[in-house]
């Protein structure tokens, strides 16, 4: 996939992320936008590592790994903001 595809497929995850995990956090839709590219990212090549999928294509497990990815990433930005 093509970083366009990645910016769009991780803004999907970060808005899974925002509606799995809600609550007010600072930043709002664009802090959600880039924690779910950068789950997008985290979650696809951790997957690819432990072999759950490849992050050359789309799937329901690379969106899987992207979500979980992106839930990590807002938990941790929550932790951090709290402190």
Request: a neutral charge.
């Given at each position: 996939m093509g970083i366009i595809s990645w910016i769009i497929f991780g803004l999907i995850?970060?808005?899974l992320a925002k509606?799995?995990?809600p609550g007010?956090?600072?930043g709002g839709f664009i802090i959600t936008t880039l924690l779910g590219v950068a789950g997008a990212f985290v979650?696809?090549?951790i997957g690819s590592f432990l072999g759950l999928g490849s992050v050359g294509n789309f799937s329901l497990g690379s969106m899987a790994t992207a979500?979980?990815?992106a839930l990590v990433l807002?938990?941790?930005y929550r932790q951090i903001k709290k402190s």
């Open positions: 995850a970060g808005i509606w799995i995990m007010k956090d600072g979650g696809g090549f979500v979980v990815g807002l938990f941790i």
